[in-house]
C-alpha cells in the first residue's frame, strides 16, 4: 500500500499516462473537434450540448481531452469533468440533528464507561479482561466511502471516464459528516486521495487522469487498503465501492478479504465493469461476502444511477 502523500506523488510520476496530441485525439474521437475547435480551447456549451445528446460521448471525449498534451486544454478538461452533472443527491435524514450520535463501543474510546454494557460482558466470569469494557462515544451518523479504482490493464477510454464521473457523483452526493477516499489498484494499491470530508475531487481527477495503471490486480490487496482507511472513520455508515470486473490475477482469495470487512464494520458494494459469465459470479461472490449489492456498468453514464442504487 503506498499512502504517504511524497510517495504517491512520486509513484504517479512514474507512473505518469502518455499524452496525446490534436491530430490523435480528433482521429480517435469523433466529437473532438466540435467540443475543442482551436488549441487550448474546450467550449463548455459544446459539452453541455453533447452531454444532453449522449452523455456517454461527453464523458470519454472529456476523459481523452483530460489526457492532451496541450495543458491549457488537458486542465480545462478536467475542471469540468470533475463538475459534470450526475444527477440527484442521496436524501434521508440522520439519525438525529446534528453529526454524531451517542453509542456504546467494545473498545476503550469513549468518554464514559458504559457500566451495563460492561457487566452484561463479563457475565460469571470472576475476573475482569480488557475486552469486557465498553465505553459511551460519539459517533457520526454521516458516511464514509472507499472508491476503489481497478487500474489493472489499461486505465482509459470507458474505464477512466467511469472512474471519473463515479468520483464525482460521490463528491457531490456528500453531505455535512460524510467523508470519501479514493484508491487505485492493480500489483499495488495506492491512496489517490486519504479519506476526508473534503474530497478535492479535482485532484482525484487529476490523478486518474495522470495514471497509466497496468499489471496484474490484486484485490485483495485493495480491500485491505480499504480496511485501513476506514477503520479510521468514526462515521456510522463506512462503505466500500469497488469499481473493477472482479477478477483478480494476482491474489490471494479476496473474498476473505471482503468478508473480514465486516469487522471495521463496512460494507462492499461492486460496480461490475463486465458482464461476463466469470466476472459477475466473482462480482457476485464478493459483494455477498461484503454484505453488499452488485450494479453492473455497461456504460459510464450508468455510474450516478449505480452509486445511487447501490449507497441510497
Do not use: K, Y
Amino acid at each position: 500500500m503506498v499512502s504517504d502523500p511524497a510517495a504517491v506523488e512520486q509513484l504517479l510520476r512514474s507512473q505518469v499516462a502518455h499524452r496525446a496530441s490534436r491530430d490523435q485525439l480528433s482521429r480517435s474521437n469523433p466529437d473532438f473537434d466540435a467540443i475543442s475547435p482551436q488549441a487550448g480551447q474546450l467550449d463548455a456549451a459544446a459539452v453541455a450540448e453533447l452531454a444532453a445528446r449522449d452523455p456517454d460521448a461527453a464523458a470519454r471525449v472529456l476523459a481523452a481531452a483530460a489526457r492532451a498534451f496541450d495543458p491549457a486544454l488537458r486542465s480545462a478538461a478536467r475542471a469540468l469533468a470533475a463538475r459534470l452533472p450526475v444527477g440527484r443527491p442521496r436524501s434521508g435524514t440522520a439519525d438525529r440533528p446534528g453529526t454524531s450520535r451517542l453509542v456504546t463501543r467494545r473498545e476503550p474510546t469513549g468518554s464514559d464507561v458504559d457500566l451495563d454494557a460492561s457487566l452484561a460482558a463479563r457475565g460469571a466470569e470472576p475476573h475482569w479482561r480488557a475486552e469486557h469494557l465498553h465505553t459511551r462515544g460519539w459517533r457520526s451518523t454521516g458516511r464514509a466511502v472507499v472508491l476503489l479504482v481497478d487500474a489493472s490493464g489499461s486505465v482509459a477510454g470507458d474505464q477512466l471516464a467511469t472512474a471519473i464521473l463515479t468520483a464525482s457523483a460521490l463528491a457531490q452526493a456528500m453531505r455535512p459528516g460524510d467523508e470519501l477516499g479514493v484508491v487505485a489498484f492493480w500489483s499495488s494499491a495506492v491512496v489517490l486521495r486519504p479519506l476526508s470530508a473534503a474530497p478535492r475531487v479535482d485532484l482525484v481527477v487529476d490523478r486518474l487522469s495522470d495514471l497509466r495503471g497496468g499489471g496484474t490486480t490484486d484485490l485483495e490487496l485493495a480491500l485491505r487498503t480499504a480496511a485501513v482507511q476506514l477503520a479510521r472513520s468514526r462515521a456510522a455508515d463506512r462503505q466500500v465501492l469497488l469499481l473493477s470486473d472482479g477478477l483478480p490475477t494476482e491474489s490471494p482469495d479476496p473474498v476473505d478479504a471482503a468478508r473480514a470487512l465486516a469487522r471495521v464494520p463496512a460494507r462492499l458494494q461492486v460496480m461490475a465493469l463486465s458482464a461476463e459469465e466469470e466476472a459477475s459470479a466473482s462480482c457476485a461472490a464478493l459483494a455477498a461476502a461484503g454484505g453488499g449489492g452488485v450494479a453492473l456498468l455497461d456504460r459510464p453514464s450508468r455510474a450516478p444511477a449505480a452509486v445511487r442504487e447501490l449507497l441510497g
